[in-house]
């Protein structure tokens, strides 16, 4: 997969070069290109930004420098033989990066990433390479970062460890907590290592037990304890063959019970009163 990064702050992608994602440029799974914006700048004082048109806060970043560099990557790529590029707009006001979008991208052989500072790039750059390619704008969260970086950082990292070779076990996607498809998309409960023993805390019995079947089940709880604490909105959205009698008998402790009102919105579970945890 070859990656294309336009930034003003190449030194902000440093890590791509370490962990993981280094590693997979290492083996040769990923092609990683970063650029600085500026060197499509032509005053002296390497202008990227402007006063936005209809007066407001902030700077927005000039179609100039962005159009020369995109076109100027997208020659280069496609000399080197790369195809079918497709544009990453890192954005606040983008749709949610999610697993599924991670999965997506890992399937595509070429992404160009415009991570922008200030108020955002000039409309009319998206609108023009959409003719071409593409274009996903994508938010990692619903927060305001000071500009697209750490969210490229962020993108690039979910991406390459699903890409075949990079991580050991083509397995483990299969049980991320977010893998699409699932069934049931659950909250990993806590795990343990050695030693048994540490600062008077033990470890809970069921693992040290040797019994598949009861670790199984006792992870299964776990999971579904900490998705009601923290990501309800899980559970409500799981159908109902998503879970097995113990299951149900497990969220019906948890204060949850079938809501028959709410499944035509597809929300099939409610928690009625909040339980003590
Ligand atoms: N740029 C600024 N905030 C961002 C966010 N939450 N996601 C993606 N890009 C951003």
């Given at each position: 997969m070859r990656l294309d990064v336009v930034t003003i702050?190449?030194?902000?992608?440093?890590?791509?070069?370490?962990s993981l994602v280094g590693k997979a440029r290492a083996r040769g799974r990923l092609d990683v290109h970063v650029h600085d914006l500026r060197a499509w700048t032509h005053d002296r004082h390497h202008t990227v930004d402007d006063t936005p048109y209809g007066g407001g806060p902030g700077m927005v970043m000039m179609t100039g420098p962005w159009g020369e560099a995109l076109d100027t990557v997208l020659a280069d790529g496609y000399e080197a033989g790369a195809r079918t590029p497709a544009l990453v707009v890192p954005t606040p006001s983008g749709r949610p990066f999610t697993q599924e979008l991670a999965v997506e991208f890992s399937e595509r052989p070429w992404l160009i990433f415009t991570p922008a500072r200030y108020e955002g790039i000039d409309r009319r750059v998206v609108d023009e390479y959409a003719t071409r390619m593409p274009v996903y704008e994508v938010s990692i969260g619903d927060y305001v970062l000071a500009g697209g970086e750490a969210a490229v950082l962020v993108i690039t990292e979910a991406v390459a460890r699903l890409l075949p070779g990079v991580l050991g076990n083509a397995e483990s996607h299969r049980d991320d907590s977010f893998a699409p498809g699932a069934m049931a998309n659950l909250l990993e409960g806590p795990v343990y290592t050695k030693p048994p023993l540490w600062r008077g805390r033990g470890v809970p019995e069921v693992l040290l037990s040797g019994h598949h079947g009861r670790i199984a089940r006792w992870r299964r709880d776990e999971a579904l304890k900490r998705t009601t604490a923290h990501r309800p909105d899980l559970i409500e959205r799981c159908?109902?063959?998503?879970?097995?009698k113990k299951d149900r008998e497990t969220l019906s402790l948890l204060g949850w019970s079938p809501d028959p009102a709410g499944e035509p919105y597809g929300r099939f579970w409610c928690r009625p009163k909040a339980v003590e945890q």
């Open positions: 702050f190449p030194e902000y992608l440093e890590p791509l070069n370490v159908p109902p063959e998503a879970f097995d």
